[in-house]
């Protein structure tokens, strides 16, 4: 039986391929295929496999789409969306090495080995206690019925990562506790006049440390040894087949040499006849990568604090106004439409327009804007911004994952775990890294027990336990997505919201930007300046316009509006709107059809227009408004003039870009003189008028064509199919949701500025990445041969494989720590 599926959220080959795997390997599937294009699946089955199943196997796989039934027989099945969830309790790779996927536990990756990390919980669940009775507790806030007291906040349960970090360090702590006099008593060996014979015999001391380092291997760190058998039966060779490799042999060898002596060669043993024994060489250097898996926790608990930060800016509580009185309630039960009151200092709760009062709001936690800005009845205000000195009344319009607050940390969280198209060479090399360090250290073995000097034997084993220790393909691993994580938060922080990792690494690579004017360069607040009419009659005509312009979603539209409305005109039933993309609308009304738009609309309408009115529109273009005729009948009786003013950034913005190498061109729907002169006062390098959608779009697709790599900056709905063309689609976050959707990065102050700010930090983080990945090479570049003796002919100097393993330990937390540096880097 065949079943057709719809599928959505898919955006790239990549995606389609992973749907089409993943479907194809449920037991009971036949044969499944994906149609990108169309969003849809066709499933050839055995017999009928419920949409839950296919449910939970896109979540083992850690695939985020939505599915429903696309078959006409089953319309009233529902749909099905497919999501992780949210916050704790899902787990994923910090080295990305299975994509996207996540797992609903704690555990070890199955590919490299290393600590799954948690992913930040999205949402905070407010629940309330008593201090007193902490048995008690409700979703809500209020009084306790038992004492009466004030309910409190609870304390938020400890991350998988905390929980991680406390596991990790009580193992240390036990240790050290056994490898330090392990160590004590193999050191003294090495002293002149060695004290610890005299208190028994050296047999007993052997003994001593084999039942050290006991607790070390089988209890501490026997998580290496179980990662290292998982990593070999599954051939996911990484870090950890090198370690177990190296400290198991070293383990073994001492074993074998404290019981049957007898068997090793002449080499191994001391004047005494004793064999030499490395029990000291296994507990520390388990015990130092321990210390290094323990370090690498507490720096990724760092690298998602950009999240964490967040998250703690959404309050936990709001006051609603309910039948004239204030009442505490939580913030998850605030429902659309409810009116709040934000008092002096507290923060705002949810997305909504002030209804009453005004106030001066600091959005730098949201915006990066550290200047307090003015709000007013009528203005918009953002969730987990901070009031300033005066109270007012908001009505809710966006709630829980709506808000924008909830938005920037879900596009964090995402973009913190995309793959930059750099790290596919680390990816290549970590492939072959182990099966080619395994290979080195055979052949220092070799080349040690023949040509090496006696005792042979014992240097060719020390050389090739030295050089699988000190080998670290983690270091390699965490190189790229250290940096991506810690660079989308410091964007979140100064209001830059980054899609994935891809367009981090292309912003830095730009050649061309391509803006919209309106509300892009302009401050998208346009405002009309007058209605003019042939006969001296503008009252009608605005009457016209303003009820014509209710039907449209364009800011233009609504400043029209807004004006007819202050005038007092009469608003009118339209009939047969429409709305010509790029030029204009139309409608009927009073049985007159009435058009209002740019030259392109009159044109195409066939209206005509006289010479005196064009000059009069001529003159109000030149000095940069922005105009559009009115038509009556297919004649053409008047114009609206709006200006929109210039954002103050625009032109320091435009400057940086030039002088950095980025061609800045304008693409407008507005006519030429008025984008002339916007474009002189900017000092553009180049612009072009009366683009179409479609104008832009194609535009696009040519410098495409040329190898250029462009980034589009728009705001409106016209701007989505050029946002979605260009390399980097750019959108203003004071624009429209779909031009949001459309974009790789959004700037949420909606100012060219944050375009500048971008590409710095793109550069920042691709500089970052270079020295993530240089160190990492260099460090196993020359580390590799270090320790398999290159210096020792010349210097006559070789690496300990204690030495190794403090080294390997610290390579992975040095690149963590590279990457926290960009926490530090001014925007």
Known sequence: MKHLYKITGMSCNGCRTNVENTLNNINGVLNATVDLKEEKATIEMESHIPIEKLQQEFLNAGLHYTISIDDPNEKNTPKVTVKPVDGNGVFYCPMHCEGNKTYNKMGDCPVCGMDLVEQPKLTEDSQYTCPMHPEVVKDSPGDCPVCGMDLVPTTPEKSAESKTYDRLLKKMKLSIAFALPVFIISMSMHLPSNPLPKLMPQVYWDWLQFILT???????????????????????????????????????????????????????????????????????????????????????????????????????????????????????????????????????????VITEGASSIDESMITGEPIPVDKEESDKVSSGTINGTKSFIMKAEKVGAETLLAQIIQMVSDASRSRAPIQKLADTISKYFVPIVVIIAIITFIVWAYFGPNPALVYAFVNAVAVLIIACPCALGLATPMSVMVGVGKGAQNGILIKNAEALELMNKIDVLITDKTGTLTEGKPSVEKVYSVDNESTDLLGYIGSLNQNSEHPLAQAIVDYAKKNDSQFSTVKNFETYAGMGVVGTIDKENIALGNEKLMLKLDVTVSNTLKNEVLKEQRLGKTVSFIAINNTAVGYVS??????????????????????????????????????????????????????????????????????????????????????????????????????????????????????????????????????????????????????YPFFGMLLSPIIAALAMSFSSVSVITNSLRLRSVKL
């Open 642 to 791: 709006i200006s929109d003013a210039i954002k103050k950034t625009s032109k320091q913005a435009v400057e940086h870009l030039i002088a950095n190498g980025v061609e800045v061109i304008m693409l407008t729907g507005d006519n030429e003189n008025t984008a002339k002169a916007v474009a002189k006062e900017l000092n553009l390098t180049s612009f072009k008028a009366s683009c179409l959608p479609e104008d832009k779009l194609e535009f696009i697709k040519k410098l495409q064509s040329e190898g250029k790599i462009v980034a589009m900056a728009g705001d409106g709905i016209n701007d989505a199919p050029a946002l979605a063309q260009a390399n980097i689609g750019i959108a203003m976050g004071t624009g429209t949701d779909i031009a949001i959707e459309s974009s790789e990065i959004t700037l949420v102050k909606g100012d060219l500025k944050g375009i500048v700010k971008a590409k710095y930090l793109s550069h920042a983080v691709m500089k970052n990445i270079k020295q993530n990945l240089f160190f990492s090479f260099a460090y196993n570049i020359l580390g590799v041969p270090i320790a398999a003796g290159l210096l």
């Open 214 to 352: 006991l607790p070390i291997v089988f209890y501490t760190c026997w998580m290496f040894y179980e990662r290292a058998w998982k990593s070999i039966i599954t051939w996911n060779l990484n870090m950890f087949t090198l370690v177990g490799i190296g400290t198991g042999a070293a383990f073994l060898f001492s074993i074998i040499g404290l019981l049957f002596p007898a068997i090793f060669p002449d080499e191994f043993k001391s004047a005494s006849g004793e064999v030499g024994l490395y029990f000291e060489a296994t507990a520390v250097i388990l015990t130092l990568v321990l210390l290094g898996q323990l370090l690498e926790a507490r720096a990724h608990s760092q690298t998602s604090g950009a999240i964490k930060a967040l998250l703690k800016l959404a309050p936990s509580q709001a006051t609603l106004v309910s039948d004239g009185e204030d009442k505490i309630v939580s913030i998850n039960s605030i429902k659309k439409g409810d009116l709040l009151r934000v008092k002096p200092g507290e923060k705002i709760p949810v997305d909504g």
